[in-house]
């Protein structure tokens, strides 16, 4: 075999390796219903798995998205995740959902899922998204006025935000490439961080004054 076949299969088979490992493991049994007690369980995932002779289909099964989130917050939002902690029959199988409540004007703030691609879709009202792509490509901001039954997509590990720009509530629900994705609200990170990032780094990180730096830090004590 010639060099530059054998470069060409390597390169081939590295490419195909990466989108294996680009999101949650693919599962080498039929399900793994999470519980706590390791008891007769198996690790996987960061989760033992219930002994599947012992699995019913409450194992898959969760109620109560119908309700409302609680609004009543500074953000105006409430986010409602269901993740292998409250649905444990998802242990494994790569996906997640969420319930997005808005009440007017109300924002998911500027966040990140490092384990996830994020999917929503609008069911009430009339919501703002975007997200910003990476230093890489110049920090391009993409965005979208979003009406009902529009789909809008945050690639994994994009900044993006939610606002609604309407007078009534809004609605929306989101799947997730993870049945863990994580989440990393910027300015909590950054200035609700504990112990406190340093004044130092922060203050030549946004170039602004110490005062500035510190009135950011207090509103997230």
Same mark, same amino acid.
């Given at each position: 075999m010639e060099l530059h076949q054998l470069l060409a299969i390597v390169a081939i088979l590295a490419m195909s390796s990466s989108f294996?490992?680009?999101?949650?493991?693919?599962?080498l049994q039929d399900f793994c219903v999470a519980v706590n007690n390791p008891v007769d369980?198996?690790?996987?995932?960061?989760?033992?798995?219930?002994?599947?002779?012992?699995?019913?289909?409450?194992?898959f099964l969760f109620r109560g998205l119908q309700n409302p989130?609680?609004?009543s917050n500074q953000l105006g939002s409430e986010v409602t995740r269901i993740t292998e902690v409250r649905l444990p029959g998802l242990n494994t199988l790569g996906i997640s959902i969420a319930r997005i409540d808005f009440a007017p004007y109300g924002l998911n703030a500027p966040h990140t899922h490092p384990r996830a691609t994020e999917i929503i879709l609008v069911l009430e009202g009339t919501l703002y998204a975007g997200f910003v792509a990476s230093n890489q490509n110049n920090n391009t901001f993409f965005t979208k006025v979003l009406s009902k039954g529009d789909v809008f997509v945050f690639p994994q590990g994009m900044i993006h935000f939610v606002l609604n720009v309407g007078k009534t509530n809004a609605l929306a629900f989101s799947s #997730?490439? %993870?049945?863990? /994705?994580?989440?990393?609200?910027?300015?909590?990170?950054? #200035?609700? %961080?504990?112990? /406190?990032?340093?004044?130092?780094?922060?203050?030549?990180? #946004?170039q602004v004054d110490k005062d500035v730096i510190q009135y950011l830090q207090a509103q997230f004590c």
């Open positions: 294996v490992i680009a999101s949650d493991p693919s599962p369980g198996l690790l996987v995932n960061g989760k033992f798995c219930k002994n599947p002779n012992m699995v019913n289909a409450d194992d989130g609680n609004t #997730f490439s %993870s049945q863990n /994705p994580g989440v990393i609200t910027i300015a909590n990170a950054v #200035f609700g %961080s504990r112990p /406190p990032i340093s004044l130092d780094v922060l203050t030549k990180a #946004f």
